[in-house]
């Protein structure tokens, strides 16, 4: 049954297809811990079976304390086979689950962790922790990571696993990591920050910081493990327990204090347990190794600074340094596994240099042995409206050549241009929440030119209405004004104005009241006519002139001749 339920881990689980719907837009969030208890129980039951697509947020630390834990994906039918698993996307968003509860169900059920079995599933940005004290005495064949039992072709990153495990002397076997077992699995910016405790007469047993049991591809970079190990394990490591095929260990480090127990036939490393293929580059132990416990004959065959035992002549090994220690070899039958150096040595500038000389990559801190960069997250620029021309976008002042930029937790300053549009600048925040890896930003056009159209209205509302016969025309135009135009709406703009000038130009002026003819005005002209032809009558004939004023210089002319004799 055991072996049908472990062969079955690397070809999947038996998948179901589900009579429940999945929602519309395929998002689960949680914000309590009855939704996560209600998220872990759909998956058991099958409704989130073959849905890729499936988003389950965390938007909350929870904690669990008092609560049973039943693996999320730890369902198995009566065969043996596992029928529900998770597949989806599971973003933590840098939040934690805190006391989660293993110890009351390690070594009852095959698969223990927060998540049973995973299948080409992403999570990232959970933290767990907790503690596991096993207190079963006797116990079954345990797959046991504190993230997952199991992952099969996953990307899991961005994850802390704070959960201190302690067999106190009890028999264990199977698998302990922050997962358990990887099947083509990538491991990204992981830690392990708990120690791990493996003590008495043991089983088979793979036990690392990050992975139990690395194989099929699986890939741990810049992961690190700074818990204390206590190993009397067949296989441990401080970051894969065993390495296996073509998996690989990439620039990641341990510092925690490594203590190996026995006489010498376990294969415990400071990196990796035992290795059969693969790679370790780029990697270093900078723990403590406290040999007190360890009674094997010298030269040590089965410990290593880097790796307990290479079972493979094909293993690549390439720029790791471990902290020297007497008897200490990189691996017990690799020498060329690693280079020993003094801890002293290892927190200067001189050794950062030489660690990363060919490409690892680590952050300098003084007086302290290097650490991992920090971890850049993807975000995405989305810029609206959609038809703009000559989008620059600039963060911190630095244009970025895609609307992607990797950028690590933190606050910028994003400024963002466009052809016909105003300025856009505004502060973003970046952390492990996915809410904040796409950034929206809505650009505003610039106005559109209301210059003449200034220059319309203001002429149009200098006319006097009551010196038209009809000035509806204009009062509509002017009604009709719209000031909410943009630059790409210029043309909407000059029809304003062309409606306000037609309307002007088509006016026409009341006639002025002096200019129309009336009955008085008439009759005055009837009676100069008569006048004038009266005295035309009188006119003599031989002068020409009229009779009236002939006689009055008659009268005149006497009046002179009068007057010339008085004298």
């Not at 016969?469 to 062309?498: H, P």
Request: hydrophobic share 35%; with cysteine; glycine share 10%.
């Amino acid at each position: 049954m055991k072996k049908k339920i472990l062969s079955l881990l690397v070809t999947g689980c038996l998948l179901f297809v589900p009579t429940t719907a999945f929602a519309d837009d395929n998002k689960t969030v949680i914000k309590t811990v009855d939704d996560l208890l209600a998220f872990s129980k759909a998956v058991n039951n099958g409704d989130y079976d073959k849905n890729k697509d499936a988003v389950v947020v965390l938007e909350n630390d929870l904690d669990l304390t008092g609560v049973v834990w039943t693996p999320i994906g730890n369902v198995f039918d009566e065969n043996g086979y596992i029928e529900h698993c998770f597949s989806g996307k599971f973003y933590g968003n840098g939040h934690t689950i805190s006391n989660i509860d293993f110890t009351s169900i390690y070594g009852k059920d095959l698969l223990v962790g927060f998540f049973g079995d995973i299948e080409e599933a992403e999570v990232s940005g959970l933290t767990i922790e907790g503690n596991l004290d096993v207190t079963n005495t006797d116990n079954e064949y345990t797959v046991y990571g504190t993230i997952a039992g199991f992952a099969g072709d996953c990307t899991i990153s961005d994850c802390v696993s704070n959960v201190s495990f302690n067999n106190n002397g009890k028999y264990v076997y199977g698998f302990i990591g922050m997962v358990g077992q990887a099947y083509g699995t990538t491991f990204e910016y992981c830690e392990n920050t708990a120690d791990i405790t493996i003590s008495g007469d043991n089983g088979s047993v793979y036990v690392g910081g990050i992975v139990g049991y690395a194989q099929i591809g699986t890939e741990v970079r810049y992961c690190s493990s700074t818990g204390d190990m206590v190993y009397a394990a067949p296989n441990a490591g401080g970051i894969v327990g065993r390495l296996y095929g073509d998996s690989k260990v990439i620039n990641s480090y341990v510092t925690g204090k490594l203590t190996p127990v026995g006489n010498g036939t376990t294969d415990v490393g400071g990196i990796v347990g035992s290795v059969a293929g693969g790679s370790v580059s780029d990697c270093y132990f900078a723990g403590e190794i406290d040999l007190s416990q360890y009674s094997a004959k010298k030269p040590y065959t089965r410990f290593g600074g880097i790796v307990g035992k290479d079972s493979s002549s094909t293993t690549d090994f390439k720029n790791n340094y471990f902290t020297e220690t007497e008897n200490v070899e990189a691996c017990g039958s690799n020498k060329e596994a690693g280079k020993a150096k003094a801890y002293d040595y290892m927190t200067t500038k001189e050794f950062y240099d030489e660690l990363t000389a060919d490409g690892a990559k680590y952050q300098y801190v003084e007086g302290k042995t290097p650490v991992l960069p920090t971890k850049e997250y993807a975000v995405d620029f989305e810029v609206t409206p959609a038809d703009l021309k000559n989008v620059v976008i600039k963060v911190d002042e630095k244009e970025i050549t895609s609307n992607t930029a990797m950028l690590t937790a933190g606050t910028y300053t994003v400024e963002v241009t466009a052809d016909d549009c105003e300025l856009l600048s505004k502060e973003i925040t970046v952390s492990a929440d996915i809410a904040t890896h796409t950034q929206a930003f809505e650009l505003a056009y610039k106005s559109a030119d209301y210059t003449e159209l200034d220059k319309a209205e203001k002429a149009a509302k200098a006319l006097n209405k009551d010196d038209y016969e009809d000035f509806s025309e204009v009062e509509k135009a002017l009604a009709a004004i719209d000031r909410t135009k943009n630059i790409t709406e210029q043309a909407d703009v000059d029809a304003m104005v062309k409606a306000i000038n037609d309307a002007v130009a088509n006016l026409v002026k009341k006639t002025p009241a002096s200019s129309q003819p009336d009955s008085s005005s008439a009759d005055s002209k009837a009676d100069s006519s008569s006048k004038a032809a009266s005295n035309a009558s009188n006119t003599n004939p031989s002068t020409g002139v009229a009779g009236g004023a002939f006689a009055l210089a008659l009268l005149s002319g006497a009046a002179v001749v009068m007057a010339k004799k008085k004298k």
